[in-house]
């Protein structure tokens, strides 16, 4: 039983994901489909582009990857299927699938351009529906990629913003918030090892104009209402206030910064 | 593997959903279970009513439709289960399958009656749980449907309120408003062509005291935040804002109407 | 087909959900994955704990439940597989399994130890991913429980407020509020028969400063907008407004208390 995997800002009150596995199983009736997310905030590329990179190696091999969070739809922007050494990517070539590639092994890169394996009539509004989803679903059914277009050699790149080292300090920022309101970093513990290991008590983190001393290993190691710092399971350093919600308490937003420096 | 599909307004907070799949699978273990929608507003009929219509031709041949949107449940309303050429659909008798059904071709419909395949003891709020799943699992079980009940020759239906057409102007309304905020209108591209077929950029669209000029094919066309008329994936002219809200950025809702007419 | 059921309070804007998904199907792919619920509020182990009672009698037998609402997740709390003699529940022990085990037979009761069948690195923020559903997919797959680590002889235990009977009044209080805005007791129909049973009609029920007469059989006995007092799906009783929120409108809380007399 082979899996299909879907990620959209489709949001669940509307008929959209569901007209999207119908259509899947209208093709393939044997396949998991799973729900990675559809509540991306509406177009956020950016917050898609990381879903799919924190979680994408975590799905059995072959898996393809339907990923459906495309402002672009209809105008000229390309339609992509991405296979890499173990995945199928399949979308709209705006960036969506770059955190994901940076670190995967591209077999090939085919632009979708014949209409012989979408849905018809084909509409400018819902690719997702008939264009993505049979491709998805013919993958499946092991229809040799090369027919469904034409091999192209790049895609779509989003700006992937490092932490910086300058000065003994590590200047980095906030990429995400989680449900529960953890601030997740863009400073990996492999960043951090390599430019600025220390024991992790003698850490100083600054965010939002207030100092948290230390790492962490994990959240009930501070009190109730206390701010913490720990590498999150995605491997970033995460700040969460335990058992309540850091973004709203510590009033920080995506984009803001963080630094970490160490003790004398 | 044949494919169930619930359609409710249950949401995802509590049991409800859940249970409904934990006695199907009782049931019948190979099945392809899909949520088309559980964010139906509560009690909301035409709502349902439209995802309905707006979905079901897209899923396999032979699915079961399972729809619990059933303000009147426990009441005298009729069970029913319709069986057309293609699908099978189970729900109260409210009108929720009445958009559907228009275009369908009816072979039974079955008033849900024999209380051998209900789930004991029958609960009178719960009916998706003690009624219609177990009557969808049985039905795809191969369970003759002439065991279920009695057969009726009529259904509950909605009102359909179709556009006007009066002095080179077609009248509609807006009878949806999706997750992105688009609108989606009663007239439907046939209807347009039928009455006031003229070039794409010939039409004026009055909506919420705005004009918007022309029909569009993709929302790129038109500029970040500007409005934009284009034919939707149902069929239906919609009107959105590109990269916003349409309903908050025009203040408009449901039964709100709109107008087209054609320049001089 | 074997079922895997997933409780948690992860919601559906992140990765979480669709990931442990993906580490059940890369150990096991054929079998049905059920989302029961993901809108636990945060860290809410009451609200799961109900959950899962008023579901799991409607899974198939041998389903695996993995409940993660873990507030504690890397601390010392314990991890746990219970099997019961119809089922496996897999999670922390925090007593989210302990109303759902009051009316269980438990088998054996295992902590959780060996890392063998662990995801590697483990996280100490995401034991849902790295632990929980790595054990609930090799349950499927037929390992010998003892493998999984030791058999241990207790688990946690909520407190379970049971309503009072005094001086001919039943004294209970209300536990969940579902998404229809409905207010369930912890007074069953069971108790209510054993200690106060007259004719239905007969019933006083005294919540937030008002009376309500009788108990009903279903919603629309009432008019829209009034208030009715039934017995629920899950054999509790409720009280309701018909076709609006009674905890709004009653202005009722969880933890709120509920009286029943009888009328002279």
Request: glycine residues 6%.
């Amino acid at each position: 039983m082979k899996t299909i995997v879907l990620l959209t800002d489709f949001g669940n009150q509307d008929h959209f994901v569901g007209v999207m596995k119908g259509v899947i199983y209208s093709i393939t009736p044997y396949v998991n489909i799973i729900d990675l997310c559809h509540e991306i905030p509406i177009g956020n590329i950016t917050k898609a582009a990381l879903v799919l990179k924190n979680s994408f190696k975590y799905f059995p091999k072959e898996s393809v990857f339907v990923v459906v969070v495309d402002p672009g739809v209809g105008s000229d922007r390309k339609k992509l299927l991405i296979k890499t050494d173990k995945y199928y990517f399949v979308g709209p070539d705006n960036g969506v699938f770059s955190y994901t590639l940076e670190n995967s092994k591209i077999i090939k890169i085919i632009e979708l351009t014949n209409d012989k394996y979408w849905l018809k009539p084909i509409s400018n509004t819902f690719h997702g529906r008939d264009i993505f989803s049979p491709i998805a679903a013919y993958i499946i059914n092991g229809i040799n990629i090369m027919n469904f277009g034409n091999e192209i050699n790049s895609y779509k790149r989003l700006p992937f913003i490092n932490p910086e080292f300058n000065k003994n300090e590590i200047l980095g920022k906030i990429i995400d918030i989680d449900k529960f309101g953890n601030l997740i970093s863009n400073i990996s513990i492999d960043f951090l090892n390599k430019y600025l290991k220390v024991n992790k008590d003698k850490y100083l983190i600054e965010i939002s104009n207030k100092i948290i001393y230390g790492i962490k290993d994990f959240y009930s190691e501070v009190k109730q209402g206390e701010p913490i710092v720990l590498v999150g399971s995605t491997g970033m350093l995460e700040v969460s206030i335990y058992m309540n919600n850091a973004s709203i308490i510590l009033d920080t937003k995506i984009n803001d910064p963080i630094k970490i420096k160490t003790m004398l």
